[in-house]
């Protein structure tokens, strides 16, 4: 099993398959997260732009900051009206209060908060907030249970067990961050899918993509066979996506006097 910083970085080798089947966020969770009058946007860590599409419209400069540069071609691509910058979550290439929003979706967990925090909270204007979304599947209807698990079992015995991993996900900040208590949002919701779209979209998660070529086809022809059990082609895929929101305050990055 690959370890976590080849997971981290895997995603650029599917860029294509991740900009067409990754979802969106409902604009329910944007239109929290994001300030009604928000100049300056910045999708941090982001992907192929499925948020930064989303963003365009309700800020004057959308500015979307990507590691890895093919998932920047796919995103400039798709995106033209973004400014597309290298860049990671601890060195963002802007400078110091120049942004009234930063967005990020599906990639928290990768950052080091120790590091990422101060820097979002030096480009972050005061009164400016961070928006961090999650999208998972929602476990309760039994077909999808059964289809997630699929993904997960090789973290299995090949890979011991992340007891972190929880902990990565919620938004914590180190100890004197500028930052206010973090408030939470849920949004169910859901968005008509195929049943090769759930084949495709299993393969963009970083324990798929880092799998053999040949336990990658197991993998699918096994999802494949239990969709086809299902008595139905296109179907509403039940999600939900968990936003957390903080409000930069005033104070320094680092929170040091």
């Known amino acids: 099993m690959a370890d976590r910083e080849t997971r981290r970085l895997s995603f650029g080798s599917v ?32 992907g192929t732009g499925a948020v930064t599409r989303e963003l365009i419209g309700r800020a004057a400069r959308v500015i979307a900051v990507e ?20 860049g990671r979550g601890e060195d963002i290439p802007l400078p110091d209060a120049s942004v009234d929003a930063v967005v990020i979706s599906a990639a928290w967990h990768w950052l080091d908060p120790e590091q990422a925090v101060p820097e979002i909270a030096r480009v972050l204007r ?15 209807a039994p ?20 007891r972190d ?15 206010s208590p973090v408030e939470t949002l849920t949004v169910e919701y859901s968005r008509p899918v195929t049943k090769d779209d759930l084949v495709g979209l299993l393969g963009t998660y970083s324990q798929v993509i880092t799998l053999g070529p040949e336990q990658q086809a197991d993998l699918s022809r096994r999802a494949r066979a239990l969709l086809d059990r299902q008595p139905w ?14 409000t930069r305050l005033p104070g320094p990055p680092t929170g040091n006097a």
């Open 126 to 140: 005061v009164g400016g907030t961070l928006g961090v979304i999650r999208i998972s599947w929602d476990m309760r």
């Open 15 to 46: 860029a294509a398959d991740y900009d067409r089947y990754r979802p969106s966020p409902p604009p329910q969770a944007l239109d929290w997260l994001i300030p009604p009058d928000a100049q300056a946007v910045l999708d941090l860590a982001a």
């Open 165 to 179: 991993r929880g902990q990565r996900r919620e938004v914590r900040f180190p100890p004197g961050s500028p930052m």
């Open 67 to 86: 590691p890895d540069e093919r998932m920047r071609t796919a995103l400039t691509a798709r995106c033209p009206e973004a400014e597309v910058l290298p």
């Open 233 to 246: 082609d296109r179907r509403e895929l039940p999600q939900i996506c968990r936003c957390q929101r903080s």
């Open 143 to 162: 077909w999808v249970a059964e289809l997630r698990a699929l993904d997960r079992e090789p973290r299995g015995a090949d890979r011991p067990p992340d």
